[in-house]
């Protein structure tokens, strides 16, 4: 009687297959995260701009009536909320201009300035 030779893998081959899996799985899933981090980041920023813009907007709109200082003002876009500042400046010369300029933030962390702009738009002034 011959005795064949045993089916199946050995343990040696298990573990080393296993190991290639693990490694495999730890890359795959560190990729995910940096993807996810990178999307809610750009989604912040993108956010943000348009908070910036819609500011912005907003300002240069209602430019004559607007006084020279500072102006602070909160938008929410998709749930996310951020705080704009925002600073007026009226500029000297025969035309009249006004120096706009705004900052936003996350509204959790105002000390971090996402995005900044700033405008110079000419207005009618208000009659005498």
Same mark, same amino acid.
Do not use: C
């Given at each position: 009687?011959?005795?064949? $030779? ?32 990178? /999307?809610?980041?750009? %989604? ?11 500011? &912005?907007?907003?300002? *240069? ?13 909160? %938008? ?15 500029? +000297?010369?025969?035309?009249?201009? &006004?120096?706009? /300029? ?6 959790? %962390?105002? $000390? ?8 110079? *738009?000419?207005?009618?002034?208000? +009659?005498?």
């Amino acid at each position: 009687m011959r005795r064949r $030779g045993a089916a199946g893998f050995t343990l040696l081959e298990v573990l080393i297959a296993l190991a290639v899996t693990a490694i495999a799985l730890s890359l795959g899933f560190s990729a995910v995260r940096d993807s996810a981090r990178t /999307s809610a980041q750009l %989604e912040q920023t993108v956010l943000a701009a348009w908070a910036l813009d819609n500011a &912005m907007n907003a300002l *240069v709109l209602q430019a004559s009536r607007l006084e020279p200082g500072k102006q602070r003002s909160r %938008e929410t876009l998709l749930g996310r909320e951020f705080q704009i500042n925002s600073v007026i400046k009226k500029l +000297p010369g025969a035309i009249p201009v &006004m120096q706009l /300029s705004a900052q936003v933030a996350a509204a959790a %962390e105002p $000390g971090r300035i996402l995005l900044e702009q700033t405008a110079q *738009v000419t207005y009618a002034p208000a +009659p005498p």
